[in-house]
């Protein structure tokens, strides 16, 4: 298990890393503008898949993280346990997600400004594979979630019945 501190800072350097990937280049508001109203070359196409691939890894890895996090809360809501240190982890890996799909948004614009020729991309699928991979590990975290919440509520119920 990563120390809270630790954690703190894996987390602060995987932005780091996941910004460097994602970036489009120093001059990025530009590139944008340039690449939505022109459309981007293949190459520049070619590159913005796998900009778009490194940052959508980076959100699994978290969600997968955020996932696990959620089962964790769950045991502990069950058996009673403290929640603090499970919720502040949890947190700053939501803050690090928050992060991430901000920095891929950009990206996201560029490839849906050229969707067309995109589809035609054979790594096109696999962007769209691990999307749904990322929705799906989304679904199993919120059902996590509302097993916890029913948790508490059952307990908040069985604390005043039983007062």
Not at 113 to 121: P, T, W
Request: proline content about 1%; hydrophobic content about 40%; glycine content about 2%.
């Amino acid at each position: 298990m990563v120390k809270d501190g630790d954690e703190t800072e894996y987390l602060q350097a995987f932005v780091k890393a996941c910004h460097d990937l994602i970036s489009l280049h120093p001059d990025r508001n530009a590139a944008a503008a340039t690449h939505v109203e022109l459309g981007a070359t293949d190459t520049e196409l070619a590159s913005l898949v796998d900009q778009y691939r490194a940052g959508l890894e980076a959100e699994l890895m978290l969600l997968h993280r955020l996932y696990a996090v959620a089962i964790e809360q769950r045991s502990a809501t069950q058996i009673g346990a403290e929640l603090q240190c499970i919720i502040e982890r949890r947190d700053r890996i939501m803050t690090t997600l928050v992060t991430v799909e901000h920095e891929l948004k950009a990206v996201r614009q560029h490839l849906a400004a050229d969707r067309d020729r995109l589809i035609e991309l054979p790594a096109f699928q696999e962007l769209v594979d691990r999307q749904t991979e990322a929705s799906d590990l989304v679904a199993e975290t919120l059902a996590v979630d509302r097993d916890s919440l029913d948790t508490l509520a059952d307990a908040e119920q069985d604390w005043t019945s039983s007062r």
